[in-house]
């Protein structure tokens, strides 16, 4: 009696070891718009060097798609010394990209920077839009079309510059 006892305990463990097993090795599979990760920190490396991170309240996934959509982001580059917040955004798994949408801030040094959409490009280490942009100053405001902040740190309006100096 014993000794079928202890084959019939060894036959279930041994099948609770096999399917713990196989469910561990099965691939995971994205849903699509059912797959998100919340409270993400995103770091990115060149060189063994640190060269930008993003915190995200929420990253989407789709399913035959390398782009995530991202809520409520603050990106950080220490390469340019630059910083820049959205309600939304993508990342670009196949290319580094990171583009923020919607109530854009930005900070360089003592300015802030105020649009609609950015795109990092890792590549080039650049910031860069094609929408109006104003930066805010501690004595000036700078108001025109389009942005660059390119891997030097610095800054230039692309057209239709106009500033204004508080005295």
């Known amino acids: 009696m014993i000794r079928i006892l202890l084959v019939v305990c060894t036959l279930v463990l041994l099948l609770v070891l ?5 469910k561990a090795s099965d691939p995971v599979k994205i ?3 059912e797959s998100f990760m919340e409270g993400v920190n995103m770091i990115h490396v060149r060189s063994n060097k640190l060269d930008w991170s993003a915190n995200a309240s ?5 399913r035959n798609d390398s782009r995530s ?6 990106f950080r580059s220490d390469t340019n010394e630059l910083s820049a917040s959205s309600d939304t955004g993508t990342y670009d798994l196949s290319s580094d990209e990171l583009i923020l949408n919607r109530n854009v801030r930005a900070r360089k040094e003592d300015m802030t920077i105020f649009t609609e959409n950015v795109k990092w ?5 650049s ?13 000036f405001t700078l108001k025109g079309m389009g942005l660059l902040i390119d891997e030097n740190g610095d800054l230039t309006i ?10």
């Open 127 to 139: 910031l860069s839009t094609d929408e109006p942009v104003e930066i805010k100053g501690s004595h």
């Open 58 to 62: 929420k990253v989407s996934f789709h």
């Open 158 to 167: 692309s057209s239709d510059v106009r500033a204004f100096i508080e005295q």
């Open 121 to 125: 490009d890792p590549a080039m280490s």
């Open 31 to 33: 849903a699509p718009e």
């Open 69 to 74: 959509s991202i809520t409520d982001i603050f």
């Open 18 to 22: 096999f399917f713990s097993y196989r």
